[in-house]
């Protein structure tokens, strides 16, 4: 599994829309943060004050298209979240950056600018997944 998957939803799933670029391609189930006033994949630096959401559709740079639907993150909902390294028991409630758009790194230590909070692992620790919940603000 690349991309992150919506686990558990809230009373509803709120799903807004914002501008991005004409070329930025968007992966569907990555996660997305705003820069500038324009929504971008998310990555190791991204922190919660710029945490946008989870992308709820592809799109190619030939698309062309300025805007982009996203599931907006609560925390009460779960994700299943694709990790660095093998999943951990002992990890549950640490809150942990970014590795990229798509991944989570579970480095064992809370992070001060973590936006995932692991909830617990998913399957096995070989799998490298883990239910978890964006930290919002």
Same mark, same amino acid.
């Given at each position: 599994?690349?991309?992150?998957?919506?686990?558990?939803?809230?009373?509803?799933?709120?799903?807004?829309?914002?501008?991005?670029?004409?070329?930025?391609?968007?992966?569907?189930?990555?996660?997305?943060?705003?820069?500038?006033?324009? =929504? !971008?994949?998310?990555?190791?630096?991204?922190?919660? +004050? /710029?945490?946008?959401?989870?992308?709820?559709? =592809?799109? +190619? +740079?030939?698309?062309?298209?300025?805007?982009?639907?996203?599931?907006?993150?609560?925390?009460?909902?779960?994700?299943?979240?694709? !990790?660095?390294?093998?999943?951990?028991?002992?990890?549950?409630?640490? =809150?942990?950056?970014?590795?990229?758009?798509?991944?989570?790194?579970?480095?064992?230590?809370?992070? +001060?600018?973590?936006?995932?909070?692991?909830?617990?692992?998913?399957?096995?620790?070989? /799998?490298?997944?883990?239910?978890?919940?964006?930290?919002?603000?």
């Amino acid at each position: 599994m690349a991309t992150v998957k919506q686990s558990a939803i809230k009373n509803t799933r709120e799903l807004k829309e914002t501008n991005k670029e004409s070329a930025t391609v968007i992966v569907k189930d990555e996660i997305l943060a705003m820069t500038a006033g324009y =929504a !971008v994949p998310a990555d190791s630096g991204t922190v919660v +004050a /710029d945490l946008l959401g989870v992308s709820n559709e =592809a799109i +190619a +740079a030939a698309d062309a298209k300025l805007r982009v639907l996203y599931i907006e993150p609560s925390d009460e909902d779960t994700f299943i979240f694709p !990790v660095t390294n093998n999943s951990d028991a002992t990890h549950n409630g640490q =809150a942990m950056v970014l590795t990229d758009s798509t991944h989570v790194n579970n480095t064992g230590t809370t992070s +001060a600018t973590g936006i995932v909070k692991q909830v617990e692992p998913y399957g096995a620790a070989s /799998d490298k997944l883990i239910v978890g919940r964006f930290i919002t603000l």
